[in-house]
Nanobody, 124 residues
Framework: QVQLDESGGGLVQAGGSLRLSCAAS????????MGWFRQAPGKEREFVAA????????YYGDSVKGRFTISRDNAKNTVYLQMNSLKPEDTAVYYC?????????????????WGQGTQVTVSS
């Protein structure tokens, strides 16, 4: 079992930055690929980024490439999402997820564990 707790969301102006954190419980955190998804009102949950258990592989959704960076610290059981050059269309609830599958699995239903989400709002 892996329990996930996101933090770091908030309100930011367009062009600004935020860093999200996801703290995981469970001694097997380092065995899981970790990912971030987001869901805006009235839209389906969207893949944002993922990182392999060793941090050797990362994968990004097209809409965030070059602006967002995912990283992890297995000693702290934490995964991060650094978000730069934020746009109003990045506004959503951001969810942390864990999976034993490849980082390139972008279908939310195939990820095993989820956090409760943290709201990110980007004003224009």
């Amino acid at each position: 079992q892996v329990q996930l707790d996101e933090s770091g969301g908030g309100l930011v102006q367009a062009g600004g930055s935020l860093r999200l954190s996801c703290a995981a419980s469970g001694r097997t955190f380092s065995y899981y690929a970790m990912g971030w998804f987001r869901q805006a009102p009235g839209k389906e949950r969207e893949f944002v980024a993922a990182i392999s258990w060793s941090a050797g592989t990362t994968y990004y959704g097209d809409s965030v490439k070059g602006r967002f960076t995912i990283s992890r610290d297995n000693a702290k059981n934490t995964v991060y999402l650094q978000m730069n050059s934020l746009k109003p269309e990045d506004t959503a609830v951001y969810y942390c997820a864990a999976s034993r599958r490849s980082v390139k699995v972008v279908v939310p239903a195939l990820w095993d564990y989820w956090g409760q989400g943290t709201q990110v709002t980007v004003s224009s």
